[in-house]
């Protein structure tokens, strides 16, 4: 007791500011509700102090023109686009990045005052975790032929010169049309394509393919021993953070990339598309690791 039979005060503690939210990003794609966006880009938003609130969203194709249009009703600052969507908002936006534009396909909106801006930010973050790499004059195969496939692609062709750069896929027809869209920046006619099934072994091979995701863990691109000492098994698949794919090439003496650092590094691009800002990436790469 104090003198005069009162009690010390408590310090009283102050509570943090207040984070007003004024705006919305979301991630349009199909069976999302296992995407780690959406730590990622919160975290950096409290981090910065940033009135933006990043919400993942599962579009059927039918409802994904409806749900570009009401975003923009709403005054949505920006959007993420994933699997299967990212060719289709390509051919929706007003206007496109040159990476878009040469890639037939954009992952990110940015809002302009009559619609939507499109960028491809998977170029950007599919070469981050490669830098340093030497891959001139290498072989590469890349497992798919999807939206992510195009911009692995042309980052391949533009940053390196591979000796051979083989388009796997199931349907080869989907694997043709990208060779046919990315043909002009293939000067030293290295592309080639062919069926999933006859994939060839290379120094560095991709999987853009969502086999080994939540939910179909136990499949695989490619045969157990197809890549080996010496290669590099690149995996865009982020969870799990150890795909079949991955172990099986670890297995057998090769180096195995998943898919976080591309998340991370793309998602640093469109953040900064969205808010003018550099993204604090330890603090949500950090964040995207405690959400797996």
Request: glycine residues 10%.
């Amino acid at each position: 007791m104090a003198s005069g039979g009162t009690s010390p005060r408590r310090p009283v503690q102050q509570a943090p500011p207040l984070r007003v939210v004024t705006g919305l990003v979301v991630l349009l794609g199909a069976h999302v509700e296992h995407s780690l966006s959406p730590a990622l880009h919160n975290s950096a938003f409290r981090a910065q102090n940033v009135g933006l609130v990043y919400a993942a969203c599962s579009v059927s194709p039918e409802a994904l023109t409806d749900a570009i249009r009401g975003l923009h009703a709403l005054g949505a600052a920006g959007a993420n686009v994933t699997i299967p969507h990212k060719q289709a908002v390509f051919a929706m936006a007003e206007s496109v990045s040159p990476e878009a534009k040469a890639v037939g396909a954009a992952n990110t909106l940015v809002r302009t005052e009559s619609g939507w801006h499109a960028h491809n930010t998977d170029v950007a973050g599919f070469l981050a975790p490669l830098a340093g790499t030497d891959l001139s004059g290498a072989e590469i195969t890349v497992l798919g032929a999807g939206g992510a496939a195009r911009a692995v692609v042309y980052a391949l062709l533009t940053a390196f010169a591979p000796s051979r750069l083989t388009i796997a896929n199931r349907r080869v027809g989907q694997a043709e049309a990208v060779a046919d869209v990315l043909s002009e920046y293939d000067a030293r006619g290295v592309l080639q394509t062919v069926p999933l099934a006859e994939a060839p072994s290379a120094q560095l091979v991709v999987n853009c393919t969502p086999l080994g995701m939540v939910g179909m863990e136990d499949l695989t691109p490619i045969a157990a021993g197809a890549v080996g000492t010496g290669q590099i098994a690149y995996d865009l698949v982020y969870r799990p953070a150890q795909t079949r794919f991955m172990r099986e090439a670890v297995a057998h003496g090769a180096e195995a990339i998943g898919g976080l650092p591309m998340l991370v590094g793309q998602a640093a691009e469109s953040y900064k598309l969205w808010t003018g800002r550099d993204m604090p990436t330890d603090i949500a790469r950090r964040a995207a690791l405690d959400a797996l």
